[in-house]
């Protein structure tokens, strides 16, 4: 993350194969605002404090409590979206999202909410590229979001939200730690009142199959003299 912007990194030609891939088209159903994630995924709200209980709604539906899976023209459809929003200006977004709309939400307490892929099989010290297409109003404080890579060995990767990230395509390439043998990708919407949203699209997790490159060998250097 750079000056509050998400960083575009590119794998430069390098091939990959894909370990794990998303479109929620398929939890999206008609115009309606599921709460049903696709199968092995989960999504969980939940106090900030850590209060046990569910998360009561005070102020707006709880209908938009939590991540849910719809259509995107059922998300512009029933909420605002002028150009103070920016909700229309989802662009790499397309039929299935995922989302999370607080805005004109309240809970007893400020909650957050996470939506967790299942655990995908990686190989240690291998190379993959996640990527998926973001769009993300940043909320007042104390509102923070951010993607945690997470393996059954190791330290996770954490990459935080600091600024809207409007209609963005996301790719960054991790490093699978020593003896881990399993990696699950985690978006959470933390510490929220009354915030703005989060939509995310097109999840995709690949390892990079290309060779690394030969050593560099000075007698193939051309003739100068």
Not at 13 to 20: C, F, N, S
Not at 143 to 158: E, L, P, R, Y
Not at 187 to 216: G, H, I, M, Q
Request: a negative charge.
């Amino acid at each position: 993350c750079t000056g509050g912007l998400w960083v575009i990194a590119s794998l430069g030609g390098a091939q990959a194969a894909a370990v794990l891939t998303q479109n929620f088209d398929a939890a999206a159903v008609d115009n309606t605002v599921g709460s049903t994630p696709p199968a092995g995924w989960t999504a969980r709200i939940y106090y900030s404090d850590g209060s046990e209980g569910p998360v009561e709604v005070t102020t707006g539906s709880a209908t938009w409590l939590g991540w849910k899976f719809l259509n995107k023209s059922t998300w512009v459809a029933q909420k605002t979206t002028n150009a103070t929003t920016k909700r229309g200006d989802f662009g790499l977004g397309s039929n299935g999202i995922a989302l999370i709309e607080s805005d004109g939400l309240r809970a007893a307490k400020v909650y957050s909410a996470t939506l967790e892929t299942p655990a995908v099989n990686v190989a240690a010290g291998k190379k993959y590229q996640l990527s998926f297409n973001t769009h993300y109003r940043q909320g007042q404080a104390p509102q923070t979001a951010d993607v945690i890579v997470s393996f059954d060995k190791g330290s996770a990767q954490t990459f935080a939200l600091t600024a809207d990230t409007l209609n963005q395509a996301f790719q960054k390439t991790l490093t699978v730690p020593a003896d881990a043998t399993t990696a699950k990708i985690s978006w959470n919407y933390r510490s929220t009142a009354n915030n703005w949203y989060w939509a995310v699209d097109d999840v995709l997790l690949d390892e990079d199959t290309s060779a690394p490159p030969a050593p560099f060998d000075p007698a193939k250097l051309p003739d100068t003299t």
